[in-house]
């Protein structure tokens, strides 16, 4: 079974601070990283994808990717409390399979 | 441009009905997918459809079956409700697999 792993949280951070969200998966023949933002009763929205290792930045998201270590993670900066919401990590799966594995998610709260 | 929109939003079910859950999306996108989501399970694929004509099965597909109706439509049903069907049904769409775009959802109850 190829899983995703977070930790559930709630991760409570202040306002203006640095979030930091982490995710494992298991199947290391991966290539695509997703993260998603869902906010209690609707839908994920997607917010952050990274393809090779290093780090991608999007206006205050940076997604980190090391293959070697099977590691994800998502940092927001200057945290609002709008980024109130569950964070989920979700792989796209080595092989050519389609469908993208999903964690559980983090609930992220942002403490004004 | 709607994105991906589903119907019903709310459902209730008696165990052993049946229901079609609809999905359709306006991005010309080639791929479509049927997850749910069940508070500590996180999402789970249902199934999917990576071309018009095809669908395949996901991580949890007994209880339901799929229809590709074309390029912009792709349905879900349960022949026979369980109460372990109820859940929040969410339907995704994607042009290459990767970058997955999510509907509003459906939240059926069976009773």
């Known amino acids: 079974q190829k899983e995703v792993e977070q930790n559930s949280g709630p991760l409570s951070v202040p306002e203006g601070a640095i979030a930091s969200l982490n995710c494992t998966y298991s199947d290391r023949g991966s290539q695509s990283f997703f993260w998603y933002r869902q906010y209690s009763g609707k839908s994920p929205e997607l917010i952050m994808s990274?393809?090779?290792?290093g780090d991608k930045e999007d206006g205050r998201f940076t997604a980190q990717l090391n293959k070697a270590s099977q590691y994800v993670s998502l940092l927001i900066r200057d945290s609002q409390p709008s980024d109130s919401a569950t964070y989920l990590c979700?792989?796209?799966?080595?092989?050519?399979?389609?469908?993208?594995?999903f964690g559980k998610g983090t609930h992220l709260i942002i403490q004004p | 441009n709607a994105g991906v929109t589903q119907t019903p939003k709310f459902q209730v079910l008696k165990t052993g009905q049946s229901m079609t859950l609809q999905c359709a999306q306006d991005?010309?996108?080639?791929?479509m997918y049927w997850y749910r989501q069940d508070p500590g399970m996180g999402l789970r694929l249902i199934y999917y459809s990576a071309s018009e004509g095809t669908t395949d099965k996901g991580e949890v597909p007994n209880g339901y079956n799929v229809s590709r109706l074309n390029k912009r439509e792709f349905s879900l049903r349960l022949e026979s409700a369980a109460p372990s069907q109820t859940s929040v049904y969410f339907c995704a769409s994607s042009e290459s697999g990767d970058e997955q775009y999510f509907g509003p959802g459906t939240r059926l109850t069976v009773t």
């Open positions: 991005m010309n996108h080639n791929s």
């Open positions: 979700a792989v796209r799966p080595g092989g050519g399979a389609d469908g993208l594995t």
């Open positions: 990274i393809y090779s290792n």
